[in-house]
């Protein structure tokens, strides 16, 4: 059983997407383990979780939009979590999100891209202990 983390993005918040997006994963059998809503997150924590992005030109502006409202932490827990929750998710441009994918259906544009899914067990291992230490 593999474990990975799914953050809901202040863009999701402020649309009202909750409960359409926890949806998407029920709906194909994924268990949400753990959630936790988090009031403005500290800048502190959304650099730690960008960390692996530091210097490149995008990590900044990542950091104050995931910074710049409330999100909800998810632990979603099922065989092959990670592939599956991230093929669910969709590209992470919206743009390029197919239909049926989370960010394909609900757009945006980056970095409003909706959710974070962790793209492997070590970065969900590190982003779990951030987010529910």
């Known amino acids: 059983m593999e474990s990975t983390v799914v953050l809901l993005k202040p863009d999701s918040i402020e649309r009202n997407l909750i409960g359409s997006i926890l949806n998407y994963f029920e709906n194909v ?19 730690q979780h ?11 502006q990542n950091v104050e939009f ?7 932490a998810l632990i ?10 991230r093929d669910l998710v ?10 049926g994918t989370i960010r394909g259906d609900f757009g945006g544009k980056l970095p409003c891209n909706l959710v974070h899914a962790s793209d492997s067990l070590d970065a ?5 202990l951030l987010w529910f230490a």
């Open 29 to 47: 059998g994924l268990k949400i383990s753990r959630m936790r809503s988090v009031l403005y997150p500290s800048k502190s924590i959304c650099e």
């Open 50 to 60: 960008y960390q692996e992005h530091r210097g490149r030109y995008f990590f900044e």
């Open 66 to 72: 995931l910074h710049g409202g409330l999100v909800v």
């Open 76 to 85: 979603i827990e099922e065989e092959d979590a990670v592939r599956r929750v």
């Open 90 to 99: 969709g590209a992470t441009d919206p743009a390029d999100a197919v239909s």
């Open 124 to 128: 969900a291992e590190r982003e779990s």
